[in-house]
């Protein structure tokens, strides 16, 4: 069974609607959509540290919206605007996955929202 986990989509920059699920759960995992650090549709300004950590908070809330929490975390996909962002990155991720580390991606890429991080993250829970 394929659980689909705010499909009616978030909201995008100036309002846009975003047309895919902020989740999906299959047999146990569950993909949570790249998160940027935005709150109710605006880019959040600050640096990288406030960015980082809004982006891991925004996956926090959706995982625990679908009943998954940290522990759970297997697996983190990262984008960084900039390769300079990556020891401050590091920093933060630290505080959140220090003592249970996920496998993780870090990548250096143009984001097609004006952030500077973006985040996503794989879990597994036995069903």
């Given at each position: 069974?394929?659980?689909?986990?705010?499909?009616?989509?978030?909201k995008g920059t100036g309002g846009q609607h975003l047309p895919f699920a902020r989740a999906v759960e299959a047999g146990g995992w569950l993909m949570v959509s790249?998160?940027?650090p935005m709150k109710d549709g605006e880019?959040?300004?600050g640096g990288i540290i406030e960015q980082s950590t809004l982006a891991i908070e925004?996956?926090?809330?959706?995982?625990?919206?679908?009943?998954y929490e940290?522990?759970?975390v297997v697996h983190v996909t990262v984008i960084l605007t900039d390769s300079r962002y990556f020891q401050s990155f590091n920093k933060v991720f630290k505080e959140y996955f220090g003592t249970n580390p996920p496998a993780r991606i870090c990548a250096v890429a143009d984001l097609v929202v004006d952030c500077k991080v973006?985040?996503?993250?794989?879990?597994?829970k036995a069903p």
């Open positions: 069974m394929i659980r689909r986990i705010g499909i009616e989509g978030g790249g998160q940027t880019v959040v300004e925004n996956c926090l809330e959706i995982m625990k919206e679908a009943g940290l522990k759970d973006e985040v996503d993250v794989t879990c597994y």
